[in-house]
């Protein structure tokens, strides 16, 4: 290789015989570039040799069936591991689920005439969502970052409609506490009770969106019932709230609201699983996620049984207890799931292997019609022309070239006009 360059002085570092020539100016005797004839039986050798290489695709590990799963590159993630930490991060989705279900609770119990329902949900929401507010900002790192958030609204992100869903509720939730708590403005409380609850199921449900519009697989496969998950969560754990603060008369309602919401997220958990790629699905039955996600199901069932069982026996006790397993059923919920897509993250399979398999899918339902003609067998009597496989010979080349009325080398465009014309214009 030449590496000369042209200066003002003139061409310097000159090599020369350094020149690539090409092959019709390559002397005899210079091995041109490529395999040689010679070689290539024992370069075939050497990569037959290879374990796992040979007759693969790119991207796929054999294994000891003879089948091959998708891999990566060296089996290396192939998507970064989000950098949100579990205790801020999955903890603001819990406080914003039970936060906005609470608002939601305490604006059906100031209509139905339940006060002191109506206050603990109140002052639990407007604890909830501050407390949700301090840990996003900590892990944003500095308050004025959320604040550029709200710079733009974009209707197709999540995260953009969630920060003003949350900005519009924070104000409305602590103003319907604060006026209840004092007892003044009530016409303002009322207003501000109705907002938060207006705004309370959107807070509750848009994590779900922003987790599930992320290429992390355990949280965009979940994408059709990850919504619904944290809905019926959240509806748990305003109730587990509600048996916590209510009068003995005013758990009725939220019992009721407390089964619902238990046997919703156990639905909606085994659903969204079920779903899922077998490779997907080991983020879910693994490590934390695994105990986090049992023990959300255990706290659930208990929790919604001892519901029923405080509000029939009339004690308190056990309603608190009841209450306290339903917010602990919600916050492991979100904790496992977020666990789940931290875990999938890191396998290459998870990532690779639903692609792939809606790639075979989609190849598998091509139509007939639409493979190449080529690829289909003959149903009638061969077509005119040379053979597709290999050259044609010069025999095949003249016959092919005569049968189709083509002037060979040889032949005259007078040889090929139609037989009228060759005829005088009679009739052949």
């Not at 350094?18 to 005899?28: N, T």
């Not at 919703?264 to 080991?282: D, N």
Request: proline letters at 9%.
């Amino acid at each position: 290789m030449n590496v000369s360059q042209v200066t003002r002085q003139g061409l310097t570092n000159a090599r020369p015989g350094r020149d690539a020539l090409p092959g019709a100016k390559r002397p005899s005797g210079t091995r041109p570039a490529g395999p040689q004839p010679g070689r290539r039986g024992q370069e075939s050798g050497r990569r037959g040799q290879e374990p796992g290489r040979q007759g693969q695709e790119p991207g796929r590990q054999g294994t000891a069936g003879g089948e091959s799963r998708p891999t990566s590159y060296y089996g290396l993630p192939v998507l970064n591991k989000p950098v949100w930490e579990p205790r801020e991060i999955a903890g603001y989705f819990f406080l914003g689920g039970l936060a906005g279900a609470s608002s939601l609770v305490a604006l059906g119990a100031e209509l139905t005439g339940r006060p002191q329902l109506a206050r603990g949900t109140k002052v639990g929401a407007a604890g909830a969502i501050s407390l949700s507010m301090v840990l996003l900002v900590k892990d944003l790192g500095r308050p004025e970052r959320f604040l550029n958030m709200i710079r733009v609204f974009k209707p197709t992100s999540p995260m953009s409609v969630g920060t003003w869903i949350v900005s519009g509720y924070l104000p409305a939730a602590l103003a319907a506490a604060a006026c209840d708590v004092t007892g003044r403005f009530p016409v303002v409380g009322r207003v501000a009770a109705g907002g938060a609850a207006l705004l309370g199921p959107g807070v509750a449900s848009y994590t779900a969106v922003l987790l599930s519009n992320t290429a992390v697989p355990a949280w965009h496969e979940g994408r059709a019932v990850m919504p619904f998950l944290f809905t019926s969560s959240a509806a748990s754990a305003a109730a587990g709230l509600g048996l916590i603060t209510a009068a003995e008369a005013e758990v009725g309602p939220v019992c009721r609201l407390a089964v619902a919401g238990a046997a919703g997220e156990l639905v909606a958990e085994e659903l969204m699983v079920r779903r899922m790629e077998p490779t997907v699905r080991r983020g879910y039955d693994r490590g934390r996620a695994r105990g986090l996600l049992t023990a959300s199901k255990v706290l659930a069932a208990t929790g919604a049984a001892a519901a029923v069982a405080g509000t029939v026996t009339r004690s308190r006790a056990i309603r608190v207890a009841a209450g306290a397993a339903l917010l602990a059923a919600s916050a492991c919920t979100r904790f496992g799931v977020f666990y789940a897509g931290i875990s999938s993250a890191d396998d290459p399979e998870a990532t690779v292997g639903p692609q792939r398999a809606r790639l075979d899918g989609r190849r598998g339902a091509q139509p007939a019609s639409s493979q190449p003609a080529s690829s289909q067998p003959a149903s009638g009597p061969p077509a005119s022309g040379p053979p597709a496989s290999g050259p044609p010979s010069p025999v095949e080349t003249t016959a092919w070239s005569e049968n189709t009325s083509i002037p060979g080398p040889r032949q005259s465009r007078s040889s090929v006009r139609p037989s009228k014309e060759r005829d005088g214009g009679e009739s052949s």
